[in-house]
């Protein structure tokens, strides 16, 4: 069995800064890509960044420059980096996970989310 836990999330003013962690556990023999969503009321849910097992980045437009991916393959772990945050990028954060487990399947995991409110 495989979970990913969110953490970090919350409610910060314009131009603050916030770090999401998402933490990998379970039945888990390797991580591929993984990649923080987002979804604000009334909207899709959206990319925002994807990280490669071997550290390659991809940002969206709307948060290059602002935010930034990052993973810790030992521990398990995936991190975003947000910082001078607007109202718009607020929303229900997802860690999303491309993991083969030991019974040698591969899927992809979602975590429950975590919320970040940008508001003055």
Do not use: H
């Given at each position: 069995?495989?979970?990913?836990?969110e953490?970090?999330?919350?409610s910060?003013q314009p131009?603050?800064?916030?770090?999401?962690?998402?933490?990998a556990?379970?039945?888990?023999?390797?991580?591929?890509?993984?990649?923080?969503y987002?979804?604000?009321?009334?909207?899709?849910?959206?990319?925002?960044?994807?990280?490669?097992?071997?550290g390659?980045?991809n940002?969206?437009?709307s948060?290059?420059?602002?935010f930034?991916?990052?993973r810790?393959?030992?521990?398990?772990?995936l991190?975003?980096?947000m910082?001078?945050?607007?109202?718009?990028?607020?929303?229900?954060?997802?860690?999303?996970?491309?993991?083969?487990?030991?019974?040698f399947?591969?899927?992809?995991?979602?975590?429950?989310g975590t919320?970040?409110?940008?508001?003055?």
């Amino acid at each position: 069995q495989v979970q990913l836990v969110e953490s970090g999330g919350g409610s910060v003013q314009p131009g603050g800064s916030l770090r999401l962690s998402c933490a990998a556990s379970g039945s888990i023999l390797s991580i591929n890509d993984m990649g923080w969503y987002r979804q604000a009321p009334g909207k899709e849910r959206e990319l925002v960044a994807i990280i490669t097992r071997y550290g390659v980045t991809n940002y969206s437009d709307s948060v290059k420059g602002r935010f930034t991916i990052s993973r810790d393959n030992a521990k398990k772990f995936l991190y975003l980096q947000m910082n001078s945050l607007k109202p718009e990028d607020t929303a229900v954060y997802y860690c999303k996970a491309d993991i083969v487990s030991t019974q040698f399947r591969r899927d992809d995991y979602w975590g429950q989310g975590t919320q970040v409110t940008v508001s003055s």
